[in-house]
Nanobody
Framework: QVRLVESGGGLVQAGGSLRLSCTAS????????MGWYRQAPGKQRDMVAV???????NYADSVKGRFTIFRDNARNTVDLQMNSLKPEDTAVYYC????????????????WGQGTQVTVSS
């Protein structure tokens, strides 16, 4: 059973910082891309930042220069450092990873965490 567990959400004032963490666990053969997505009330889920296994990353335009994604392949973790937070960053943040479990090592698929709330007050 593969699981993604997030932590680190909360309430912060505009201009503040938060760091989200996500750990993948279970019977994992390999992990390809990992990333963070967010969904505000009434809106679709959007990509925030993704990072490949080689460390290359991609960011949504709205967070470039403010957010940084980190990955630790040895610990199967991906973090999102969020600085200069704005009220429009308020959303539920989801961790996602393309994982091949041992029982299906040649068929990786996307796994999702349960989500963590980030609220930025003005």
């Amino acid at each position: 059973q593969v699981r993604l567990v997030e932590s680190g959400g909360g309430l912060v004032q505009a201009g503040g910082s938060l760091r989200l963490s996500c750990t993948a666990s279970g019977s994992i053969f390999s992990i390809n891309a990992m990333g963070w997505y967010r969904q505000a009330p009434g809106k679709q889920r959007d990509m925030v930042a993704v990072i490949a296994s080689d460390g290359s990353s991609n960011y949504a335009d709205s967070v470039k220069g403010r957010f940084t994604i980190f990955r630790d392949n040895a610990r199967n973790t991906v973090d999102l450092q969020m600085n200069s937070l704005k009220p429009e960053d308020t959303a539920v943040y989801y961790c996602s990873a393309k994982i091949a479990p041992y029982h299906s090592r040649y068929s990786p698929r996307d796994y999702w965490g349960q989500g963590t709330q980030v609220t930025v007050s003005s």
